[in-house]
Nanobody, 123 residues
Framework: QVQLVESGGGLVQAGGSLRLSCTAS????????MGWFRQAPGKEREFVAS????????SNADSVKGRFTISRDNAKSTVYLQMNSLKPEDTAVYYC????????????????WGQGTQVTVSS
């Protein structure tokens, strides 16, 4: 079992930055593939970014490329999402996800989920 706790959400003006953090417990963190997803009201949960366990290979959704960066600190069992140049359309609940195998870009590819943190970008 893996427990995930997100933090760092909040209200920011367009063009601003936020950094989300997600701390994991319960399994060897370096072996977990980690991902960030988001869900806006009335929309499906969508992929934002992912990072593999040992190699740290990253993948980003086209909508956030060049603005968001995913990283991980295995010593702290924490994954981060640095969000720059935020836009109103980035407003959503952001979820951290973990998987002991490969992860991916689909929500169904992750076994464990955090409770979510709200990000609101005002225009």
């Amino acid at each position: 079992q893996v427990q995930l706790v997100e933090s760092g959400g909040g209200l920011v003006q367009a063009g601003g930055s936020l950094r989300l953090s997600c701390t994991a417990s319960g399994r060897t963190f370096s072996r977990l593939a980690m991902g960030w997803f988001r869900q806006a009201p009335g929309k499906e949960r969508e992929f934002v970014a992912s990072i593999s366990g040992r190699a740290g290979r990253t993948s980003n959704a086209d909508s956030v490329k060049g603005r968001f960066t995913i990283s991980r600190d295995n010593a702290k069992s924490t994954v981060y999402l640095q969000m720059n140049s935020l836009k109103p359309e980035d407003t959503a609940v952001y979820y951290c996800a973990a998987d002991p195998t490969f992860g991916g870009v689909g929500p169904h590819e992750y076994e464990y989920w955090g409770q979510g943190t709200q990000v609101t970008v005002s225009s």
